[in-house]
T-cell receptor, first 116, second 115 residues
């Protein structure tokens, strides 16, 4: 069963505007971690931000913030003040900690294009 | 090293041949992961090593795939009798230990093409 769902294959945003990339997840484990990664055309995966299931506050890292809505099982990534260098694939991922799973499950990704 | 190093960066092989992909994790990182990324797809978990514990092989797609990690450092992923569906980018990642909130550090990957 699909654990991580990213419904937007591609997104466009104007430079300097904010954009939200959607991610929903499915788990019965009360203890889990949510991650976002950026993959530019070079292919390397770059860790952006982490949200724990018990964290009370939404995670923020610079221009990145995670809109965590636990009851809806969503963990959307918000990028503020988009830059041309933000153009890349973005992946949402989850680890189910309580089950002791060693793997991180990834969504299919969203390709973000920032327009000048 | 400064980052996770993978070699080769590109590999073209004939169907039926065996291939070995290498991953050199960040020094001191005890956890090492292999993922596979097919064209335009997300990442598929293959195998996980943590220290000297038995590896978690639950993601390996068939018995043609195997991996080992020598001395808790360098890892080699071996694909025997390669098939065209094995064509993908193989990504290696490492982390200091199995810390749940640590975002893995990934290598640049090996692009495998089976012809």
């Amino acid at each position: 069963a699909q654990k991580i769902t990213q419904t937007q294959p591609g997104m466009f945003v104007q430079e300097k505007e904010a954009v939200t990339l959607d991610c929903t997840y499915d788990t019965s484990d009360p203890s889990y971690g949510l991650f976002w990664y950026k993959q530019p055309s070079s292919g390397e995966m770059i860790f952006l931000i982490y949200q724990g299931s018990y964290d009370q506050q939404n995670a923020t890292e610079g221009r990145y913030s995670l809109n965590f809505q636990k009851a809806r099982k969503s963990a959307n990534l918000v990028i503020s003040a988009s830059q041309l260098g933000d153009s890349a694939m973005y992946f949402c991922a989850m680890r189910e900690i309580g089950r002791g799973n060693n793997d991180m499950r990834f969504g299919a990704g969203t390709r973000l294009t920032v327009k000048p | 090293g400064a980052g996770v190093s993978q070699s080769p960066s590109n590999k073209v092989t004939e169907k039926g041949k065996d291939v070995e992909l290498r991953c050199d994790p960040i020094s001191g990182h005890t956890a090492l992961y292999w993922y596979r990324q097919s064209l335009g797809q997300g990442l598929e978990f293959l195998i996980y090593f943590q220290g000297n514990s038995a590896p978690d092989k639950s993601g390996l797609p068939s018995d043609r795939f195997s991996a080992e990690r020598t001395g808790g450092s360098v890892s080699t992923l071996t694909i025997q009798r390669t098939q065209q569906e094995d064509s993908a980018v193989y990504l290696c990642a490492s982390s200091p230990r199995d810390r749940v909130n640590y975002g893995y550090t990934f290598g640049s990957g090996t692009r495998l093409t089976v012809v």
